[in-house]
T-cell receptor, first 110, second 113 residues
Framework: GESVGLHLPTLSVQEGDNSIINCAYS??????FIWYKQESGKGPQFIID?????DKRQGQRVTVLLNKTVKHLSLQIAATQPGDSAVYFC?????????FGAGTTVTVRA | DAGITQSPRHKVTETGTPVTLRCHQT?????MYWYRQDPGHGLRLIHY???????DKGEVSDGYSVSRSKTEDFLLTLESATSSQTSVYFC????????????FGEGSRLTVL
């Protein structure tokens, strides 16, 4: 099965700085990766996704980078805001099922 | 936002009792999922459905069963609840199985005493 792990369980970032959240996966055949954001007391919410035929994808203030060679992906958040405080999960889609990592808790300092 | 609701949102029960959690979606999504969330484990897939009456096991399916008699409803049943099943349960739905964009409910917090 797929193993999805995050490098750091917590991240504290100054408001206005950029945030980088990292994730590693185990299955080299995995071809679809997703980032989710979960605010306190709510269900996870889709942020951005990337397929294995891409190395980079940008959204609004977020960028996902995929390095298939080392089986690593990252989520970059530009100009981090207080509303970005949440738990962030990476997930891998294998056979129509998502496998989630344990999550990184991002805290934004004013 | 996709219309997906879970009930009950909170439940306290005793070991050995049956429990059913309900998930209802109004988006006509084909795929539905039940996850549990525990500290340090992220979200783990319990069961999923790829159509009416079509279900399959996830990574932590022992002690759980599911049913899907209508597109909009997906039920999760704990036949005999145990303390290890104390968790927050999330239902999700998606239009297609090969998409990563799932829409999650607000969660159901279950405590088994």
């Amino acid at each position: 099965g797929e193993s999805v792990g995050l490098h750091l369980p917590t991240l504290s970032v100054q408001e206005g700085d950029n945030s980088i959240i990292n994730c590693a996966y185990s299955n080299s055949a995995s071809d679809y990766f997703i980032w989710y954001k979960q605010e306190s007391g709510k269900g996870p919410q889709f942020i951005i996704d990337i397929r294995s035929n891409m190395d980079k994808r940008q959204g609004q203030r977020v960028t996902v980078l995929l390095n298939k060679t080392v089986k690593h992906l990252s989520l970059q958040i530009a100009a981090t805001q207080p509303g970005d405080s949440a738990v962030y999960f990476c997930a891998v889609n294998n056979d129509y099922k998502l496998s989630f990592g344990a999550g990184t808790t991002v805290t934004v300092r004013a | 936002d996709a219309g997906i609701t879970q009930s009950p949102r909170h439940k306290v029960t005793e070991t050995g009792t049956p429990v059913t959690l309900r998930c209802h979606q109004t988006e006509n999504h084909r795929y539905m999922y039940w996850y549990r969330q525990d500290p340090g484990h992220g979200l783990r897939l319990i069961h999923y459905s790829y159509g009416v009456k079509d279900t399959d096991k996830g990574e932590v399916s022992d002690g759980y069963s599911v049913s899907r008699s209508k597109t909009e409803d997906f039920l999760l049943t704990l036949e005999s609840a145990t303390s290890s099943q104390t968790s927050v349960y999330f239902c999700a739905s998606g239009l297609a199985g090969d998409t990563g964009e799932l829409f999650f409910g607000e969660g159901s917090r279950l405590t088994v005493l």
